[in-house]
């Protein structure tokens, strides 16, 4: 037997004493279950580089190679600008020197292993060959958008999902078909690059049940006081971004595009695994949590979370859906996700289309924003539950000054970016700034729902996502329509650009007018009897 120091502390069995809290472990499984969700979200935005042969579009490093340099209002900002023109022009040289030496070389060095001969349309199916395909840009808008047109309608199957299964469940389940599809794309892809965006609808249905799912986690694992570092968890998905850039674009590079989809996959499979053996819905049913533990959560959470998991009868849709607060927070969030979809989808094409980076390179940098975005979320989340704990301002007032950081100054350096043109370095860090900031919203959009009626967390960020995520609807397609199809130059991107940091901040001024950090009087799960006798008007 084993006796705390705390003479109030009941004996218990040195089985039960744990030097890692329970609550620890289940932040660090939700943080995996974002990270591998985001690993099969991003493998097509990457892929289609090497995957697509594009044809009539620039292939000589980039449109910043073709422009060399565009001088801008603000070029004084850019101490590099020269050192960049050498290099520019130095990549070019050897890249025409290379082409002369050996024809079978192409002038752009990064798309070396994939500018072989496309696949003919009645090829056979063949594993690793790694033969592009001569898909058009429209299909490639298609096939990165395909997952958005899944994601939407998970998200709202997720909110359902974690109120019938529990969230452990239905983050299983759904993983171990995500990672399943995955590994046999690239065989769907030769069938018909249909096929592929069929795959692609699945995974997002299966990626939108996770985020809803955490959330309901969230609500029932976390202490007030502990909730934004719980929340902060759910940045997972931003460190799978940081992972899975360099990592899949690495292995396409070096091996080919279907390695890239098979490896992955496999990790997946291994991560499901200690997720069926680690997490559990909530502190009352984990088998090896202490009372110690259990008790100090459950009596934090007393009088706002309920333990017993609402039922579809119990769930007070009308007053979800008219509560002006949590419509507040929906045009907030879809903001959010509006910048993050951006990054996701176009940044890839971007970084290697416009600035002209080499595959594996333009990985890296393109990790790197998200890098950015998990350290700077971690700071916003400690000072967040500071705050909160001191009680130095109202919940209401730190969720919308957080948005500051996460939705305008993020708006504004995406402007800037638009105007920085070929300037390899400033454009960087411009981007890794605007999504740096945006992990404020940990504290922000991410945390609001929390607030306002955490027995309905997980449902609620399944509405919430539902309508966020048709943003992934929306950008893959414009970003076609404006500059991929033009051959993706500078000023192009210029108005894209405009465009996410009107939406973001749009976004920040309607939560700003309309948004609450109080819990709603619907948060209280209703009684059979209760819902017989419609209740009185307040």
């Avoid at 850019?78 to 050192?83: E, H, V």
């Avoid at 983050?171 to 692609?200: D, E, K, M, N, Y």
């Avoid at 919940?395 to 970016?417: D, E």
Wanted: glycine fraction near 8%; aromatic fraction near 14%.
């Amino acid at each position: 037997m084993f006796r705390y120091d705390d003479e109030r502390v009941p004996l218990l069995p040195r089985s039960k004493i744990r030097w890692i809290p329970m609550r620890l472990i289940i932040c660090m499984m939700m943080f995996t279950a974002c990270w591998t969700s985001y690993m099969c979200r991003l493998q097509m935005p990457i892929l289609v580089v090497p995957m697509i042969k594009t044809v009539g579009s620039n292939d000589s490093g980039g449109a910043c190679a073709e422009q060399h340099r565009v001088r801008r209002a603000i070029s004084w900002l850019d101490p590099g600008a020269d050192l960049e023109d050498y290099v520019l022009t130095e990549r070019l040289r050897a890249a025409q020197e290379r082409a002369s030496r050996d024809t079978s070389h192409v002038l752009v060095p990064r798309d070396a292993p994939y500018q072989r001969s496309v696949r003919p349309h009645d090829a056979p199916i063949q594993l690793f060959d790694g033969e592009p395909f001569d898909w058009k840009p429209e299909v490639r808008g298609q096939l990165v958008a395909a997952y958005s047109y899944g994601n939407v309608p998970g998200n709202f199957l997720g909110g359902v999902l974690a109120l019938r299964w529990g969230p452990k469940h239905a983050i299983l389940w759904t993983s171990l078909l995500a990672a399943t599809v995955s590994l046999l794309s690239p065989i769907f892809a030769q069938l018909h690059w249909g096929a592929l965006l069929f795959t692609r609808i699945v995974i997002g249905i299966t990626g939108g049940i996770t985020f809803p799912a955490c959330h309901q986690l969230v609500a029932q694992w976390s202490p007030p006081n502990e909730k934004a570092r719980f929340v902060w968890s759910l940045l997972g998905g931003t460190f799978g971004t940081i992972f899975t850039y360099p990592m899949v674009a690495a292995i396409a590079e070096s091996m080919n595009w279907e390695s890239a989809w098979y490896i992955p996959s496999l990790l997946m499979f291994v991560w499901i695994l200690f997720w069926a053996m680690l997490t559990y819905d909530n502190p009352n049913e984990h088998p090896g949590i202490s009372d110690e533990e259990k008790h100090y959560i459950l009596n934090a959470q007393a009088g706002t979370v309920r333990a017993q998991k609402p039922t579809f009868r119990q769930t007070p849709f009308l007053a979800i859906l008219t509560s002006v607060p949590f419509l507040s927070l929906v045009c907030c969030h879809f903001g959010n996700l509006f910048l993050l979809f951006f990054y996701q989808n176009s940044m890839m094409l971007y970084l290697t289309k416009a600035l002209g980076f080499q595959l594996t390179k333009g990985g890296f940098a393109a990790g790197l924003p998200w890098a950015g975005r998990l350290f700077f979320g971690f700071f916003f989340s400690w000072a967040g539950d500071t705050i909160k704990r001191r009680q130095f301002v109202s919940i209401g007032v730190l969720r919308k000054g957080a948005t500051i950081f996460s939705h305008l100054i993020p708006g504004i350096f995406l402007i800037l970016v638009g105007y920085v043109g070929c300037r390899f370095v400033l454009a960087n860090i411009f981007l890794i700034l605007a999504l740096g900031f945006n992990g404020a919203a940990s504290i922000s959009n991410l945390s609001n729902n929390q607030d306002l009626a955490p027995n309905f967390a997980g449902f609620l960020y399944g509405i919430m996502n539902t309508i966020g995520s048709a943003s992934g609807i929306i950008i893959s397609p414009l970003v076609e329509e404006i500059a991929g199809k033009y051959g993706n130059p500078i000023e192009k991107w210029q108005i894209l650009f405009w465009i996410g940091a009107a939406v973001t901040i749009f976004s920040m001024i309607i939560f700003a007018i309309g948004g609450s950090g109080n819990i709603q009087s619907w948060n209280e799960i209703r009684t059979d009897d209760d819902i017989a006798t419609p209740r009185e008007a307040n």
